[in-house]
Structures are given as structure tokens and as C-alpha cells.
């Protein structure tokens, strides 16, 4: 996809960030952080293409290998985190 | 079909299922089902990714899942939530580290191929590398493995400037041989070092905004990663990510009635200023005449802090609220958007303490309220209740917008001792004629009360 194109999508997500974040209540700015680091693991596609290319040097192979551990621990560290933190909070009576 | 095209179909279904979910946080209510609607997003992604044939091998892949599943899963399930500010700051970390190393595999494979790639990955490995280490250096402090005070040097200014002049003069340079390994690794490297630089003078009570501010770089950098590797879904999502820690920074600020410049840059904590002015006496109070006093108030307000957190005091709030409401006392608790080390930290932490959400009020919404109020109970906070804050000029938080506890009829402070907060800042409410110090451990206070409370009962 040529630069315009991307830098399009860029701002328009922008945008779309700022109109659902500040919808959010400072009551659950917590899980949002971490939901946020969750689905900033999506690095993980892009580590999965790094880890998974063929022809790899012993760099490549443990550069790829390494980002796909820690961006998976973001993913699962993120969401379960978030559940754990979202399920306490309840409303009472 | 066309493989590329089902690829991108799937992160384009991805993007709305995170858009959603970051939508249905929105309320308590709807808030667990958006995450689970964002992990689907996030697998639909992951399985897309995998199945598009252009990944040959996958042993390495398999390793490193099972390495991350693990230790994320782990820590998600061990971490205490007084911990979770710290938590946090790791996942920060690593996405960037993440980040940086895709950058990194992605010039050792292929090189920079035009001058816009060379210029993105040139953004994306020096905001990636400050992340990493400045990450690291929040962790530290707020896991206490390194002071949290603000560690200073003298030259320390000049020393930054060196290195930011360094990073952009070895920028433009990289930017004219894309090939010299050496330069993007030098760059790498002191941005590293720039990281660890950043952070280390920032005070504890600041580490909200650089939280917030270090989660929006963790998606500046995904999205600068996403125009590296020309992946439209990182860009998107790093966007919404780098949004969310933008929103956050200006909220946190706004609270502290200071700029991100200030509190990156200001080191709030160096200037220890003594207030000058005569010496007055707070008034002291036993827990069993604190007692008499809550057992006939109709309305309470706790104003928790992080001593709360420190004292793990959240438990005995609870039960103290309890037993009040049924003793016909109507009890809220007021959240100033700082308390804490993190941004929606105390929330947090009285949600697991198993008290109801709907109890639990921002600034704003109890401010108006604060008059009616019979007794408000100030626990482990310290500055974001101080009164000066409204008309002392030469206060250091003069401006910064606070919980009016002084406006209750009864204050009670819960506090070890008369020392000061962490900007070292003179609490004039503690000598205000309705304001009473409980001086002790603040869960022991709390159990005290809850005692009398139910010895009370008994007779």
C-alpha cells in the first residue's frame, strides 16, 4: 500500500482512538491500560512474519523468536489481566 | 482466492472487533464483554497471519508462543493489584521491545528500501528503544527495586542535550547510508541509554503521567513498526493505542494542574521548598472519640490514597463502610484522578476490596456534594487534599484541582506521622478547626473503629 494511503488510515484512526478513549470513565482507566497494552501485542503479526520467514541467520531467528515471546505475553498478559480486573467490578443492591 | 486479499479482510474485521471493544469499556457493564470481543479480534489476526503462506517455518514461532503464553498467563494471575501500575509498565516494555525487534529483523532481512522506510524505522527503533528502558526504569520504581525519589545530577540537563543531539545527528547520517549496520545499532543504543535518562528523575507521585505518557509511546511505536513492515493493522491499532496514553497524559495533567513538559522535564521533587509561617498545632483524636463522631454521622466520604495501597487498608475500608451503612449513614468514597501510582489505580483496588462501583465518585461529581457531607476520612492521601491548592500563590500545587475534604463538617486524617507528602509540601487542612488527625498505621486505625463498631453492637 503506497504512504498516502497509509498516512490516511493513520489519522481517520486517530481520531476514531480519541472519540471511543474519552468515552471511557475514569473508573475503569486501569483496565483500559491494560487492554490497551493487550491489543498493542498486535505486534505479534508482524513478529510472526519475522520469527516464521525462511533463509534466517542465527540473528534473525532469535530477533523473531524473542519478539513473538514478548508480544504474546503482552497479548495473554493483557486480556487476562483485564478480565481479572474487570470481573471485580460489581454493583451492589 | 487471493491470499493477501483474505489476510487483509480478516485485520480489516480485527480493527472493528478492538474499536469495539475499546467502545464497550465504555461502562462496567458492557466492559468484560469488549475484551473478549477484542481477543477474538486479536486471534482472527494471529490465525490470519499465520495461514498466509508466507511463513515456512514454524518451530521458532511455536517457542516463542509457548515462552510468552506462559509467562504471561503467570504474571496476569499472580500479579497483586496493588502491583498492577508496575504490571503495566512491563507490558509497555515489551510490546516496544517487540516492536524494536521486528524493526530490527525486518533491516537485517530486507535493508531500507526508499528514504520514507528509512525515515520511519529510523522513529520507530529511537521511540521504540526509550520505551524499552524508560519502561524498565518506571518498573523499577514502582516495584521499589530503585528509589522512587527523583535521582538528579548535576550537568544532567547538558547531559540530555548531548544525547538528543547525538540521536538526530546519527539520524540524519543513518538517513544518508541506510546500509551502515553500525549507525542504526549506535542509534539503537542510545536510545537505550536516553530511555533510562528520562525516567530517573521523575518523582513517584508523577509516575501517573508517565505511565500514560510511555503507553502512548508503546503505540507510536507499533504504528511506526506497522509503516516499517507496511502492515496496515499495526498502524491502525497502534493509533488507537497511542490515542488512549495521549487522553490519559492530558487527563492526569490536568489534575496535577501542570504540562507533560513539566513533569518530564520539571523534576517537581528536587525543590523541596520549607513552608515558612508559624507553627500551628493539629489537633489529635483517639479512635474511640473518632468512633462517637462516625457513629453519629449520616453521610461519609473516604478519600483514599496510596498510603492506602501501602497500608493495604482496602479490606478494612470496606468492612468500616458496611457496618456505617447499616448504621443508616449514606458512604462514598471520592477518587481524585491522581491518587495512586496509575490512572484509575484506586478504583481498582476498592473494586476488589468488593465494594460497589456505583459508590465510587470522581472529583468532580463529589466536589458539589462536599458541604453535606458529616465526616470525610482521608486515608493515605496528602496533596490532593490540600486546601492551599485554592489560594496560596506560593504553594508548589497552587491551581491544582482538589477533593474539598476541608468543606465536610468533620475531617478525620489518617497518617503515621506529621511528615509531609511526597512533594514535601506543608498540609494546611491538617490545622484547619474541623480537621482531626488519627495518627498510626492506617489499617490498624480502620480495624479499631471496626471493633468498637461491633462491641457496640453487642450491648
Known sequence: M???????ILAL??????ALISRVPPLLHTPLMSEANAICGIIIVGALMAAGADANSPLTIFLGTAAVALATFNVVGGYLVTERMLKMFKKKG | MNTVFVTNFVYIISSVLFAFGLKFLGSPVTARRGNILSSIGMLLAVLATLFNGHIISFQWIAIGVIIGAALGAL???KAAMTQMPEMIALLHGCGALASVFVDWTAYQVHGTVDLTNTITLYLSIVIGGLTVTGSGIAWGKLSEKIPGKPILFTGQKWFNVGLITAILVLGVL????????????????????????????????????????????SGIVACTTGFVIHNTLLIVVGSLVGANGMILSIIMCKAMNRSIGNVIFGAFGSVVKKAAGEKKEAKAISVEDAFLVLENAKSLVFIPGYGMAVAQAQHAV???????????CDVKFAIHPVAGRMPGHMNVLLAEANISYDKLLEMDAINPLM???????????NDVVNPASRHDKSSPIYGMPIINADKAKTVFVLKRSMATGFAGIENEL????????????????????VAEFKSSQQH
Request: charged share 15%.
Open chain 1, 13 to 18: 484512526s486517530i481520531f476514531l482512538g480519541f
Open chain 2, 318 to 328: 470496606r468492612e468500616l463502610s458496611e457496618l456505617m451503612e447499616k448504621n443508616g
Open chain 2, 430 to 449: 491538617f490545622y484547619y478547626d474541623n480537621c482531626r488527625m488519627i495518627f498510626g498505621d492506617a489499617k490498624q486505625t480502620i480495624q479499631a473503629l
Open chain 2, 174 to 217: 543513518f538517513i544518508l547510508n541506510p546500509a551502515r549496520h553500525d549507525l542504526f545499532l549506535a542509534i539503537l543504543g542510545l536510545s537505550l541509554v536516553f530511555g533510562v535518562f528520562i525516567v530517573i528523575p521523575i518523582g513517584g507521585a508523577d509516575m501517573p503521567v508517565v505511565i500514560s505518557v510511555l503507553n502512548s509511546y
Open chain 2, 75 to 77: 504474571v496476569a494471575f
Open chain 2, 371 to 381: 458541604e453535606t457531607v458529616d465526616v470525610a476520612i482521608v486515608i493515605g492521601a
Open chain 1, 2 to 8: 503506497d504512504l498516502i494511503s497509509q498516512l490516511f
